[in-house]
């Protein structure tokens, strides 16, 4: 059973930086994408980030520039460094990844960034 953990969440000043990571059971390359979601208080799940099994990378207009999304050099884990951190951006940051039509979500990591 694929598992993903979230972790690298914390409370940081506006402009700083964090990254986290989302480590997978078993290797990332199996899976046909990866991606980062968020979750602030009172809103909807958003998109914010997707890693392609080719290496291609995508983010919504609201992070560009600012996030970035990689892969370690352990083939199971994917991270996503956050900069220029802004007060909007605290939210719950989730892994989300899909295999052959199957969605597996980890549990979330919350960053939280004060003004």
């Known amino acids: 059973q694929v598992q993903l953990v979230e972790s690298g969440g914390g409370l940081v000043q506006a402009g700083g930086s964090l990254r986290l990571s989302c480590a997978a059971s078993?290797?990332?390359?199996?899976?046909?994408?990866m991606d980062w979601y968020r979750q602030a208080p009172g809103k909807q799940r958003e998109l914010v980030a997707t890693?392609?099994?080719?290496?291609?990378?995508a983010y919504t207009d609201l992070v560009k520039g600012r996030f970035t999304v990689s892969r370690g050099n352990a083939r199971n884990t994917m991270y996503l460094q956050i900069n220029s951190l802004k007060p909007e951006d605290t939210a719950t940051y989730y892994c989300?990844?899909?295999?052959?039509?199957?969605?597996?979500w980890g549990k979330g990591t919350l960053v939280t960034v004060s003004s």
């Open positions: 890693l392609f099994s080719g290496g291609r990378t």
């Open positions: 078993g290797s990332i390359f199996s899976f046909d994408k």
């Open positions: 989300h990844a899909a295999r052959l039509g199957v969605e597996y």
